[in-house]
């Protein structure tokens, strides 16, 4: 699986919108682009994923670049339930099921 | 509909002792995956069953950790004997893989975090 490197950390004003970037200038052409957040003492929950358009959900909205070499999550309105660290993950999909590996991710603080 | 549930959530050990953990997938998902998460960095997988069967655990650390998955539904890992280096978050996931390429999302527990003395 491509490696993904984004930055360790970042703030964000509570209300406003917080723009994640995620490099992965390895990614090959099967490989799809996943987010995933993790809340204090929590498990990680998945957020959103793409191949090479751009996706939106109820969450988030998944910008990929036209190389497919980097990516940006976009959280619209960010909370103070929105802190938490965000991890971007490049991975195939296979019958087997996706195999995921995490990196250090972004730990965003949202502030008041 | 109930997560995943971890038992117990906290779990303090002197080292050379014996632990396990237990998780309960979401009721129907077929494929379990258990990953450790040390302080400050991502989880790591461990293993990874389908059913009953364990079909990656090329990152588990066979000397002393152990698991099953018997029936195909709840799990148990386990550490004898425990290290120092084996304080971490055990996380467990489940996820409802249809055998087709696909996205399966993964489920995860809240995890136990494990200190050893």
Not at chain 1, 96 to 112: D, E, I, S
Request: with cysteine; glycine share 8%; proline share 6%.
């Amino acid at each position: 699986d491509a490696k993904t490197t984004q930055p360790p950390s970042m703030d964000c004003a509570e209300g406003r919108a917080a723009n994640l970037p995620c490099n992965h200038s390895t990614i090959s052409g099967n490989e799809y682009v996943y987010w995933y957040r993790q809340i204090h003492s929590q498990g990680p929950q998945y957020i959103i994923h793409g191949l090479k358009n751009n996706e939106t959900n109820e969450m988030a909205s998944l910008i990929i670049t036209e190389d497919r070499k980097s990516s940006t999550l976009i959280l619209p309105h960010a909370t103070l339930r929105d802190t938490a660290v965000y991890y971007c993950i490049v991975s195939g999909q296979s019958a087997a099921g996706n195999k995921l590996t995490f990196g250090g991710g972004t730990r965003v603080l949202v502030k008041p | 509909e109930a997560g995943v549930v971890q038992s117990p959530r906290y779990k303090i050990i002197e080292k050379k002792q014996p632990v396990a953990f237990w998780c309960n997938p979401i009721s129907g998902h077929n494929t379990l995956y258990w990953y450790r998460q040390n302080l400050g960095q991502g989880p790591e997988l461990l293993i990874r069953y389908e059913n009953e069967e364990a079909v990656d655990d090329s990152q588990l650390p066979k000397d002393r950790f152990s698991a099953e998955r018997l029936k195909g539904v709840d799990s148990t890992l386990k550490i004898q004997p425990a290290e120092l280096g084996d304080s971490a978050v055990y996380l467990c996931a489940s996820s409802l893989d249809h055998g087709t390429s696909g996205f399966n999302e993964q489920f995860f527990g809240p995890g136990t975090r494990l200190t050893v003395l």
